[in-house]
Each structure stands twice: as structure tokens, then as C-alpha cells.
């Protein structure tokens, strides 16, 4: 690739692959999941966050963006009566689909479960009873 002669949202999203890449092979040397986040530039500079999380045992390095939502499961389940073993290792069944527990996010109200599709890999936000009958 030539020279970067000013920052565009084109180059940047080349650039957001290499520097991702770049992370996940300093992460995986010390067993964690990092990935840059929002961008924002203008023409001379660029700035983001850099997020990074604890590989979760079980789970995919994927899923390590979710390790504050799976350490919040760990910490309601006995309060809100949600089995701990469900999380990243059985599945539940919520209208017909099967999911992977991921966590709990105590911010959503209506649907604080996060879960991962079985069929289809897709993150989905669940309501508790999803959890609560098992």
C-alpha cells in the first residue's frame, strides 16, 4: 500500500485490519482479546480506544468482548436465581433457537441476557425468563 498522505475513511478501515491483526497476535501472546474501537479523525490525525479483555475459559476469542458481561452473570446469578453453569458452557432454549450464554448486562432492562445463537453464531440479548426456568 502507498504512503498514507491523509487520513480517509477508506485508508482507515485498511488501516483498522492491520493494526486489529497487529492486536490480536500481541494479545494472544499474553492471553487476552484486544480490537481498536471508534475512530475519529480529520485530515493530519487520527484517534481511538482500545479495548481489551481477559479470554474467557470456554469461550472464543470473540467472545472476549463480552468478559465484563460474563464476570456481571457470575456476580447476579445467585442473586437473581440464573444458574452460573449455564454460562459459556450449556445451552438454553428460548423460542425454539438454542443459545450459548454469554453474560448479563445489568443495563438492559427488558432483555439483560446476552447470548449466542447456536445455529447461526449471532449475538442475541434475551429476557431472564430465558435463564430463570432452566
Known amino acids: 500500500m ?3 498522505a491523509e487520513f480517509n475513511k477508506d485508508n482507515l478501515d485498511i488501516l483498522r485490519r492491520d493494526i486489529n491483526a497487529a492486536l490480536a497476535a ?13 475512530i475519529r479523525f480529520n485530515r493530519d490525525s487520527f484517534t481511538t480506544k482500545l479495548d481489551a479483555a ?3 475459559p470456554g469461550a472464543t476469542a470473540a467472545d ?8 456481571d452473570y ?4 445467585p442473586l437473581y436465581g440464573y ?3 449455564l454460562l459459556n458452557n450449556g445451552q438454553v432454549t428460548y423460542n425454539g433457537k438454542n443459545y450459548t450464554i454469554l ?4 443495563r438492559g432492562k427488558r432483555y439483560p441476557i446476552i447470548a ?3 445455529g447461526d453464531g449471532k449475538v442475541y440479548k434475551l429476557p431472564e425468563s430465558a435463564v430463570r426456568s432452566k
Do not use: C, E, T
Not at 494479545?27 to 480490537?35: S, Y
Not at 457470575?74 to 446469578?77: G, I, L, V
Not at 453474560?103 to 445489568?106: E, H, I, L
Open 64 to 71: 472476549s468482548q463480552f468478559a465484563k458481561y460474563a464476570a
Open 74 to 77: 457470575k456476580r447476579y446469578a
Open 83 to 85: 444458574p452460573i453453569a
Open 103 to 106: 453474560g448479563y448486562n445489568s
Open 116 to 118: 449466542r445463537g447456536v
Open 26 to 38: 500481541v494479545g494472544a501472546k499474553h492471553g487476552i482479546g484486544m480490537k481498536i474501537g471508534n
Open 2 to 4: 502507498a504512503k498514507i
Open 54 to 56: 481477559v479470554l474467557i
